[in-house]
C-alpha cells in the first residue's frame, strides 16, 4: 500500500498538514497548523499499518496496541523534557484511507545527531554535551519514577527547541511500562544503542528488564556526541576506548570509566540510576575546569525530576483495533485538500472553539457565478444599420464613402472629375495617420513591457534573489557544513559534506526542497564515501541559496 496523501490537507477540520518530515516501518510523521491553537505548528504521527502491506488481523491489533500504549507512556511521563501529546483522533486521507494519528508537540531545533554535524568533527565540546545530557538524565530519571523504560534512546530521538536551549525525549513507540513481573523481554532497538538484553541481535536470556537499559543507550548516545561518531565497534560490547580528538583531554580518562561501567554487558554492574549516572558524569565537566582537588570534598549535582506547570492532559485514544485487515466498524471523515497558503484560525484561549465560516449550500440555479466581461461584436460593420447622410457640400465625406458599396460610392461623388483626386489623397493620408499611431502605439508597449520587465529584474536584484521563474540550476550552501544524502530524504546515509560558500550544480529537485546536486568541491576535512560525485542536499534557506535558475520551465 503507498504511503498517505496528507500533504497540503485539513484533517478532521483542524489539522492543516504541510508536508512528510519521515517515515518508518508502520508509521509516518508530518508537521501541521493547529487551526484551533492559533496556528500553532505540531507534528501528526500516522501509524499506517499497510506501508508493508495488509497486515493480517493479529499484527494490526498489536501495531495498534503499541501505538496506543505510546499514548499512555507519553501522557505517564508529563516532564518539560518530554514531548508532549496534544490530542489523537482516526480519520481519512485524500483518497480515503482510514488511520489512527497522534498529534505531538514540534520541536523545529532538529535533533541532537544533525546538531554535532554542524559542528567542527561531527562533535559538541565537553560543556555543551553535558548541558544537554541533564536535561535528557532529568527526563528519564522521572519516567523511570512512573515505570516507564523507553528502549531506543538515541541521538536522533533527543529534540530541540528553536532556540536549541532545551532538549526533549521523543520517539516512545516501544517504551516498556515496567510492572515488576517477569516477562518475556521484546528484542527492540537501535543497532548501536540498544543494550543486550533487548538487543534485536542478541538471544541471551535476561530475567528482567530494568532501567539500566536506558542508562545503557543513553551513554553510547553521549559516546556519539562528544567523538563525533557512533560507537559502532562497541556493538553490544561496553566502551573501552574513547575517540583521538578526545582521548587526550585531562577528562578523557573519568569519562572512559563512567561509559565502561554504563555500558556494563551485565545490567547489575551497570548504574542503578539515571541520577547516579549523572552524578559521575558531572565530575568529567568538575575536572575539565581544573576545580578537584585531592583534598577538596566534591559536591555532587543533584538532578531536578520535578514537572512544573504543564498543560492539561488530553483524553486517552481507544482506538478501533483493526482498520486495514477488515471493514471499519464505522466512515472516518476524509481529509480535504487545503491551499498552501491558507491562514489558519485564531482561537483566544478560553472560549468556544469555531472553525472559519464555509458558504452555504445553494441551488444550482441560484448558484453564484464569476463576473465576465462581455465585449459586442457587430456582424457587419462595412454596413452600416441606418443611411448615412452625404455633407451637403462638394467636398466627400470619407467616412461615409467607405461605409457605401460601389456603386452607391460612385454616385455619391460629384460629377466634377477634379474632385476625384483629393479623395484619393485623403485616403492616402488617413491610412497613413492610422498606420503611424497604431506603430507608435505599439512601440509604447513595448517600451512599456520592457520598462516591467526591467523594474522585476531590478527588484529581485535588490533582493539577492536570481530571477527567473523555471528550476533551479545553481546554488551555494551557505550552513558551517551541509549534508550530501544518497537520497532525497533525511533516512537515506550522508554520503559526504560541503563547505560554507561552495557551489554546485543542481541536477534535480523535489517538491520536499531535496535538491539533487553535481558536487564541485567537497569538504576534505569531512569523511565522505567515496566514488560520489552527485548526491541530495535539503534546499532549506538557511542552508542554500539559489545563484541562479531558469528563466521558464
Known amino acids: 500500500m503507498p504511503e498517505l496523501k496528507l500533504e497540503n490537507s485539513l484533517v478532521d477540520g483542524q489539522y492543516e498538514v504541510h508536508e512528510r518530515l519521515s517515515r518508518g516501518s508502520y508509521a509516518e510523521i508530518f508537521v501541521a497548523r493547529d487551526r484551533f491553537s492559533g496556528g500553532r505548528e505540531v507534528v501528526i504521527k500516522a501509524l499506517n499499518t499497510s506501508l508493508q502491506g495488509t497486515p493480517d488481523a493479529d499484527l494490526e491489533r498489536t501495531l495498534v496496541e503499541n501505538f496506543q500504549n505510546e499514548a499512555i507512556a507519553l501522557d ?84 530541540l527547541s528553536a532556540d536549541q536551549q532545551i532538549l526533549k525525549i521523543a520517539d516512545f513507540g516501544v517504551a516498556k511500562i515496567a510492572t515488576g513481573e517477569l516477562t518475556e523481554i521484546t528484542r527492540v532497538g537501535a543497532d548501536v544503542y540498544a543494550p543486550p538484553e533487548h538487543h534485536p541481535d542478541e538471544d541471551a536470556q535476561y530475567d528482567q528488564l530494568t532501567a539500566a537499559a536506558d542508562t545503557y543507550s543513553l551513554a553510547k548516545s553521549f559516546y556519539t556526541v ?26 578523557s580518562t573519568k569519562l572512559l570509566a563512567v561509559l565502561r561501567r554504563a555500558t ?48 492539561r492532559t488530553p483524553e486517552q485514544p481507544e482506538f478501533e483495533p483493526t482498520l486495514a485487515s477488515s471493514r471499519p466498524l464505522r466512515t472516518y471523515s476524509s481529509a480535504s485538500p487545503v491551499p498552501i497558503d491558507e491562514e489558519p484560525v485564531d482561537v483566544e484561549s478560553g472560549s468556544v472553539v469555531s472553525v472559519a465560516p464555509q458558504p452555504l449550500p445553494v441551488n444550482d440555479n441560484d448558484r453564484r457565478r464569476p463576473s465576465r466581461f462581455f465585449i459586442e461584436l457587430k456582424d457587419n460593420l462595412s454596413a452600416p444599420a441606418t443611411p448615412i447622410e452625404r455633407a451637403p457640400s462638394t467636398v466627400v465625406d470619407t467616412s461615409a464613402a467607405a461605409g457605401l458599396r460601389p456603386a452607391q460610392a460612385k454616385t455619391a461623388q460629384p460629377s466634377a472629375q477634379p474632385a476625384a483626386k483629393p479623395v484619393i489623397t485623403a485616403d492616402v493620408a488617413s491610412s497613413f495617420t492610422e498606420t503611424l499611431r497604431r506603430r507608435l502605439f505599439l512601440l509604447l508597449i513595448g517600451v512599456a513591457f520592457l520598462g516591467a520587465l526591467l523594474s522585476v529584474y531590478g527588484y529581485f536584484r ?17 550552513a558551517p557544513g551541509l549534508n550530501v544524502r544518497a537520497g532525497p530524504s533525511p533516512r537515506d546515509p550522508a554520503i559526504g559534506v560541503v563547505s560554507k560558500g561552495s557551489r554546485h550544480k543542481v541536477l534535480a529537485q523535489t517538491d520536499q526542497k531535496w535538491m539533487q546536486i553535481e558536487v564541485s568541491r567537497w569538504d576534505e576535512s569531512q569523511p565522505r564515501l567515496s566514488g560520489y560525485n552527485q548526491g541530495w542536499v535539503y534546499g532549506n534557506p538557511q542552508y542554500v541559496r539559489v545563484v541562479s535558475r531558469r528563466f521558464w520551465t
Open 76 to 159: 505517564t511521563v508529563r516532564h518539560p523534557n518530554v514531548i508532549l501529546r496534544w490530542g489523537h483522533g482516526t480519520a481519512a486521507d485524500l483518497r480515503g484511507t482510514p488511520f489512527h494519528y497522534l498529534v505531538l508537540e514540534y520541536m523545529p531545533g532538529g535533533d541532537l545527531l544533525n546538531l554535532c554535524r554542524s559542528q567542527p568533527g561531527n562533535a559538541l565540546p565537553l560543556d555543551k554535551a553535558l548541558f544537554y545530557f541533564r536535561q535528557a538524565c532529568e527526563a528519564l530519571a522521572f519516567a523511570h519514577s512512573k515505570g516507564i523504560i523507553h528502549r531506543d534512546l538515541k541521538p536522533n530521538n533527543l529534540l
Open 226 to 251: 562528544i567523538c563525533g561518531r557512533a560507537p559502532s565497534q562497541f556493538k553490544c560490547d561496553p566502551i573501552s576506548s574513547l575517540a583521538d580528538r578526545v582521548s587526550g583531554k585531562p577528562w
Open 264 to 311: 556494563d554487558d551485565d545490567p547489575g554492574e551497570r548504574y542503578a540510576s539515571v541520577i547516579e549516572f549523572w552524578s559521575d558524569l558531572a565530575q568529567v565537566a568538575a575536572i575539565a575546569h581544573q576545580v578537584i582537588d585531592d583534598e577538596i570534598t566534591i559536591i555532587k549535582p543533584r538532578l531536578s525530576v520535578s514537572t512544573g506547570a504543564l498543560p
Open 462 to 478: 535588490g533582493l539577492d534573489t536570481p530571477f527567473g521563474f523555471g528550476p533551479v540550476t545553481e546554488l551555494e550552501v551557505i
